[in-house]
């Protein structure tokens, strides 16, 4: 076997494309995780079951079956019922979705970390509920899953790849084209893999000067 570095400069322009895609379906499924798995959180809090049971069901409906099946699901079924979506659009949508189901329970064992004095002293100071959340239960909370909240990133990237089932062409699809146009494989999945090390890595320092932000 020979590395054939005009292969490799062949297939730079499909694959900047494709980490293109790439990046925009982590950093767009990354926010929606966020910000939607906060919400799971907060709604589990609320005292009325008949909002919490609902909730309940959702995200264990949701975490439990497979990622790829949700993708199939909502790009090949929903347009039967009358709602179509872009294929990177329903990418985007359902890593979201999928992996808010996990960033929740993060978010609910950051909440419950927070020391009962904590609630205690803002209900002293009479502070509104509203306020006791934002400026004393969240930004404790938050600071101690942003680990956490990172290891989910890396998942969330690895997962990109299962956007090539709907036609989403992110790194390994466009690998995928471009080695089935060429019979060259060895150069462009190796291309893909170490860009895979790399933004991970890449993300892994950012999240980390985040932390030490938030711990200051």
Same mark, same amino acid.
């Given at each position: 076997?020979?590395?054939?570095?005009?292969?490799?400069?062949?297939?730079?322009?499909?694959?900047?494309?494709? &980490?293109?895609?790439?990046?925009?379906?982590? *950093?767009?499924?990354?926010? +929606?995780?966020?910000?939607?798995?906060? *919400?799971?959180? !907060?709604?589990?809090?609320?005292?009325?079951?008949?909002?919490?049971?609902?909730?309940?069901?959702?995200?264990?409906?949701?975490?439990?079956?497979?990622?790829?099946?949700?993708?199939?699901?909502?790009?090949?079924? !929903?347009?039967?019922?009358? &709602?179509?979506?872009?294929?990177?659009?329903?990418?985007?949508?359902? +890593?979201? &979705?999928?992996?808010?189901?996990?960033?929740?329970?993060?978010?609910?064992?950051?909440?419950?970390?927070?020391?009962?004095?904590?609630?205690?002293?803002?209900?002293?100071?009479?502070?509104? $509920?509203?306020?006791?959340?934002?400026?004393? +239960?969240?930004?404790?909370?938050?600071? $101690?899953?942003?680990?956490?909240?990172?290891?989910?990133?890396?998942?969330?990237?690895?997962?990109?790849?299962?956007?090539?089932?709907?036609?989403?062409?992110?790194?390994?699809?466009?690998?995928?084209?471009?080695?089935?146009?060429?019979?060259?494989?060895?150069?462009?999945?190796?291309? +893909?893999?170490?860009?895979?090390?790399?933004?991970?890595?890449?993300?892994?320092?950012?999240? $980390?000067?985040?932390?030490?932000?938030? *711990?200051?």
């Amino acid at each position: 076997m020979t590395w054939d570095w005009n292969a490799v400069a062949d297939f730079m322009p499909s694959f900047w494309d494709g &980490l293109l895609v790439t990046l925009q379906a982590l *950093v767009l499924g990354s926010l +929606i995780s966020f910000v939607l798995g906060l *919400v799971w959180a !907060l709604l589990m809090r609320v005292p009325s079951r008949w909002v919490r049971w609902p909730v309940s069901v959702v995200t264990e409906f949701v975490r439990n079956t497979p990622l790829l099946v949700q993708l199939f699901f909502l790009f090949y079924v !929903l347009p039967e019922w009358g &709602l179509t979506l872009s294929a990177m659009t329903t990418g985007v949508l359902t +890593i979201g &979705l999928h992996y808010s189901t996990y960033t929740m329970q993060v978010y609910r064992a950051g909440i419950e970390a927070v020391p009962v004095g904590q609630w205690e002293a803002a209900t002293a100071l009479n502070l509104p $509920r509203v306020r006791t959340w934002q400026v004393v +239960i969240l930004p404790q909370a938050i600071r $101690r899953v942003v680990p956490a909240l990172g290891n989910y990133v890396t998942a969330m990237l690895k997962d990109t790849p299962m956007l090539m089932a709907i036609t989403v062409l992110e790194m390994l699809g466009q690998a995928r084209n471009f080695s089935q146009q060429h019979f060259e494989f060895t150069e462009p999945l190796t291309v +893909i893999g170490v860009a895979f090390i790399l933004v991970s890595y890449l993300a892994s320092l950012l999240l $980390r000067s985040l932390e030490r932000r938030l *711990v200051r």
